[in-house]
């Protein structure tokens, strides 16, 4: 697609509701981030993946956080036993190659609110 | 953990003025990434300026690297109302692929 996609974009769920959030990247990039923004703050990097390849997942705060990337393009982040300190705004963010040194395309972001 | 820092943390200017934001980091990086935020939206990428430059333009945007002093300013001449929105700096290593935010700069652009 023409830029990075996330759905939804909106998402309320109870306290100890699992949720699934969806990125679709653009099509073609290699690198994969998902980031947790709270209210007021910069992006905090929860996991990286390189293709299919989870690279990198030590952001992600508990093991209540689980991220996928099957065949290398779109990535699902799923939160299991939701907590209310999960609220937050997830964004996907993809890059063309591998590494840092590139500008990063990020999707609008979900926006999680748990009651 | 956030490595940049902007400054200020908030900015009101009148449009057609001139808006500075500062950024400081802490390690060693490859590059130093400006990214705009506009309200319920994602970021998006201004400019990247490698470690051996100096300075950069793009358009209304000038952005000033220097690594002695770990340091980074963003300049966005002329300013406009659709200017308003955060600003974000990010850092990258050699080493690693991870982005390192600051918490932004809010800026706000009066007509």
């Known amino acids: 697609g023409a830029g990075v996609s996330q759905s939804p974009r909106y998402k309320v769920a109870k306290r100890g509701q699992d949720v699934a959030l969806r990125c679709d990247p653009i099509s073609g990039h290699v690198s994969l981030f998902w980031y947790q923004q709270a209210l007021g703050q910069g992006p905090e990097f929860l996991t990286y993946f390189q293709n299919e390849a989870q690279l990198d997942k030590s952001g992600l705060p508990s093991d209540r956080f689980f991220a996928e990337r099957p065949e290398g393009s779109v990535s699902t982040l799923k939160i299991q036993r939701t907590q209310q300190e999960d609220s937050a705004v997830y964004l996907c963010?993809?890059?063309?190659?591998?590494?840092?040194?590139?500008?990063?395309?990020f999707g609008d972001g979900t926006r999680l609110s748990i009651l | 953990s956030q490595q940049g820092e902007e400054d200020p943390q908030a900015l009101s200017i009148q449009e057609g003025e001139n808006a500075t934001m500062n950024c400081s980091y802490k390690?060693?990086?490859?590059?130093l990434q400006w990214y705009r935020q506009n309200s319920g939206r994602g970021l998006v990428h201004l400019i990247l300026i490698r470690s051996n430059e100096r300075e950069k333009h793009s358009g209304r945007l000038r952005v000033t690297l220097d690594t002695s002093k770990k340091s980074s300013s963003l300049l966005i001449t002329a300013s406009r109302a659709a200017d308003t929105a955060s600003y974000f700096c990010a850092t990258a290593g050699d080493s690693n692929y991870q982005l390192i935010w600051g918490a932004g700069t809010k800026l706000i652009i009066k007509p």
């Open positions: 390690t060693s990086i490859n590059n």
């Open positions: 963010a993809s890059s063309p190659g591998g590494g840092g040194n590139q500008p990063q395309h």
